[in-house]
């Protein structure tokens, strides 16, 4: 399983979580509320509030959520991360079973 780790301001993040799980594509979706991001953009010192998104997934399924968030997402980039993980076997379970194709895709 991966989670991947966007930020996105806060108005957006909760719109991005909901698209995730409705589509089955993630499991479990945690917002952190306000981080304040220090960044350069187009050559100037930027600050933004922003919100940190934690999104839990199969594997299989990091493809169709960087499509989502991209699309969800009001940045021209976005950030988007992906790191590999491990887990207990019974979360591992669950997340495979609820990020599924198999299962029907409304909440």
Same mark, same amino acid.
């Given at each position: 399983?991966?989670?991947?780790?966007?930020?996105?301001?806060?108005?957006?993040? $909760?719109?991005? %979580?909901k &698209?995730?799980?409705?589509?089955?594509?993630?499991?479990? +979706?945690?917002?952190?509320? #306000? *981080?304040?991001?220090?960044?350069?953009?187009?050559?100037?010192?930027?600050?933004?509030?922003?919100?940190?998104?934690?999104?839990?997934?199969?594997?299989?399924? $990091?493809?169709? %959520?960087q &499509?989502?968030?991209?699309?969800?997402?009001?940045?021209? +980039?976005?950030?988007?991360? #992906? *790191?590999?993980?491990?887990?207990?076997?019974?979360?591992?379970r669950?997340?495979?079973?609820?990020?599924?194709?198999?299962?029907?895709?409304?909440?």
């Amino acid at each position: 399983m991966i989670m991947m780790i966007v930020s996105a301001p806060a108005d957006a993040a $909760e719109n991005i %979580a909901k &698209e995730l799980l409705a589509k089955r594509i993630a499991g479990c +979706v945690q917002i952190l509320k #306000s *981080v304040e991001s220090v960044y350069i953009w187009k050559g100037k010192l930027e600050t933004a509030d922003e919100s940190i998104l934690f999104v839990k997934l199969p594997k299989k399924n $990091e493809s169709a %959520a960087q &499509e989502i968030i991209k699309e969800a997402h009001p940045y021209e +980039v976005p950030e988007i991360l #992906s *790191v590999d993980v491990s887990s207990n076997e019974e979360y591992r379970r669950w997340l495979y079973e609820v990020a599924s194709d198999k299962r029907p895709k409304k909440i």
